[in-house]
């Protein structure tokens, strides 16, 4: 019963955001609708932490789970990808290591400038 | 003897054994990951690597193995979506962090973009493959729309995304280490942007705020990116 419940709330909210998604005059994944969905009727309160706990706590657990079928699928499109296999796998590779550090040490070098910022403003005001 | 073959025909292309076979192989692959301990042996990695052969030295049609697989992603959404409650715990990181987020994100849609674009101009590969390519940092549903709309073949799609977030998750925690980064927020942040939702779920077994803010990342750096892709 309570697992039932939670499952509603959760597809409603998904249900909401494919009628979202369907209005809106350009694409937009409606998982991502969902996801600012459910984030926002969770700071307004109108769903509670406990509403949803389970169901997402085991999803969350097992998401990698939900990806298999779709990542099965690449044995479809392995025709396209022939004579370019190479050229593919080295473009993520490089690309995906790059955003990773591009993005790791912006977040961090944003992070030392705030703390210098607060840390000037702290000597002014002593 | 024929008989057999078309009952055995029947039952493969019946819903449940897509998703007993994606249950159990999933099962090994948790349970080879936590036997191991590392990241190469992902469950989702392991997964895939033991349904493809299964059907294909069995000769089982994808689409017979995608009537209980389908059911399974019809879920994406809904998976998505929980997301935002993994967000929503994480509120007093995201008030805290707020700026460093979003500017990571944005540098992160940038270099992801661009580095795919020259790559690919560099290895002469045509526009098709390309806008199939140039989403592949962001979460899967994110580039199969973006992928669509630059003309992409999702298909390509859907495996780079998963190629790359297996290669974030291996790779980016040993960049960690190689490059001493102790900052939790950056390396969510990093993950979340460069390996979608494989790297997410590795940030989270790296612990609770890299796997929030890997969550949130992958929403926010989504977002921009379709944003983006809408000038392209």
Redesign the interface.
């Known amino acids: 019963m309570k697992i039932l419940i939670q499952l509603a709330i959760?597809?409603s909210?998904?249900l909401a955001?494919?009628c979202i998604a369907a209005v809106l005059p350009?694409?937009?994944?409606?998982?991502?609708i969902?996801?600012?969905?459910?984030?926002l009727l969770?700071?307004l309160k109108f769903i509670k932490?406990r509403h949803?706990e389970d169901?997402?706590q085991f999803?969350?657990k097992?998401?990698?789970?939900?990806?298999?079928?779709?990542?099965?699928?690449?044995?479809?499109?392995v025709g396209?990808?022939q004579g370019?296999m190479w050229?593919?796998?080295?473009?993520?590779?490089?690309?995906?290591?790059?955003?990773?550090?591009?993005?790791?040490?912006?977040?961090?070098g944003?992070?030392k400038l705030?703390e210098k910022i607060t840390a000037k403003k702290g000597d002014k005001n002593e | 003897m024929n008989n057999v073959l078309n009952n055995l025909q029947a039952i493969l292309s019946n819903g449940l054994f897509g998703i007993t076979l994606t249950i159990v192989c999933y099962l090994i692959g948790l349970w080879l990951n936590r036997k191991f301990k590392t990241p190469i042996l992902n469950p989702l990695l392991i997964a895939v690597v033991l349904i493809i052969p299964i059907l294909y030295f069995c000769r089982i049609p994808f689409d017979a193995y995608n009537e209980g697989g389908s059911i399974i992603t019809v879920f994406l959404v809904p998976v998505t979506t929980i997301l935002g409650y993994s967000i929503y715990l994480q509120l007093e990181t995201l008030k805290k962090y707020w700026l460093p987020i979003l500017t990571g994100c944005l540098v992160s849609c940038g270099v992801s973009i661009g580095s795919t674009i020259a790559l690919c101009k560099v290895f002469g590969l045509d526009e098709t493959l390309t806008g199939s390519l140039v989403p592949h940092t962001v979460t899967t549903p994110i580039a199969v729309g973006v992928s669509e709309k630059l003309g992409g073949i999702t298909g390509i799609t859907v495996a780079g995304v998963i190629f790359t977030g297996v290669i974030g998750a291996v790779l980016a925690p040993l960049l960690v280490k190689l490059f001493r980064m102790k900052n939790p927020v950056g390396v969510g942040v990093g993950l979340g942007c460069s390996s979608t939702a494989i790297g997410t779920a590795r940030a989270m077994e790296l612990g609770e705020i890299q796997g929030a803010m890997s969550s949130m990342a992958l929403g926010v750096a989504g977002m921009m990116t379709v944003v983006i892709s809408m000038f392209l």
């Open positions: 959760i597809f909210v998904c955001a494919e350009f694409t937009f994944p409606s998982g991502v969902g996801m600012i969905l459910l984030f969770l700071l932490r949803i169901v997402s999803v969350l097992n998401i990698s789970f939900f990806y298999i079928p779709t990542a099965v699928s690449i044995m479809e499109s396209y990808l370019y050229q593919f796998a080295l473009i993520c590779i490089v690309s995906a290591l790059l955003t990773f550090l591009a993005t790791a040490y912006t977040v961090i944003v992070m705030q």
